[in-house]
């Protein structure tokens, strides 16, 4: 098999198991700092956010995100390569979902199209260890409604605390100009 990292592997299963797309952009917005920023983890990242928003009916938000990640592929061919996804399907599925969006249809799990039978395997057994369903059917499973609306109700005490930090930085370098 392939190396894979590590938050790629965990995202999988948060993406295909859990269903808490917030998650997966947590994960992978560390790692794509960590990395210089590779365009491969933020088409992963605003596609985790764009069905994070498709599930909570922000059909503005999501529409906007799978635009956004389907600009990253068709600019980067052969990006996702790496990553054993099929960029074809994956681009036909994000124009399914543009569509659906347009109508306002209902939400439905959305699996990433993996080529690589050894990475999936593995997927599913770290998700089976954490005794997770790999791909899962969230759409009607009452237990995961809190991951809709989780970035409601997570911390950001440190965001807001280093947001407040840098405003007070900006001033004091206002002030002695």
């Not at 295909?16 to 917005?29: K, P, V």
């Not at 659906?100 to 990475?119: C, K, M, V």
């Not at 997770?132 to 009452?142: A, C």
């Amino acid at each position: 098999m392939a190396h894979y990292e590590e938050a790629y592997l965990d995202y999988l299963v948060h993406f295909h198991s859990t269903r808490d797309y917030f998650e997966c952009h947590e994960i992978m917005e560390d790692h794509w700092l960590e990395s210089g920023k590779d365009v491969r983890w933020l088409a992963l990242i605003q596609l985790a956010v764009a069905v994070y928003h498709e599930r909570q009916k922000n059909w503005n938000g999501s529409y906007r995100l799978y635009e956004r990640t389907r600009q990253h592929i068709l600019a980067n061919s052969q990006m996702l390569e790496s990553l054993a996804i099929d960029e074809n399907k994956l681009l036909m599925m994000l124009e399914e979902r543009l569509e659906r969006i347009h109508l306002r249809g209902e939400y439905e799990p959305f699996n990433l199209p993996l080529q690589d039978g050894e990475l999936i395997e593995s997927a599913r057994l770290r998700a089976e260890e954490k005794g997770l369903h790999w791909q899962s059917d969230d759409s009607d499973d009452p237990s995961l409604n809190p991951m809709v609306s989780r970035h409601k109700i997570r911390d950001r005490s440190e965001v807001v605390e280093a947001r407040e930090k840098a405003l007070a930085e900006k001033q004091k370098k206002r002030e002695g100009q």
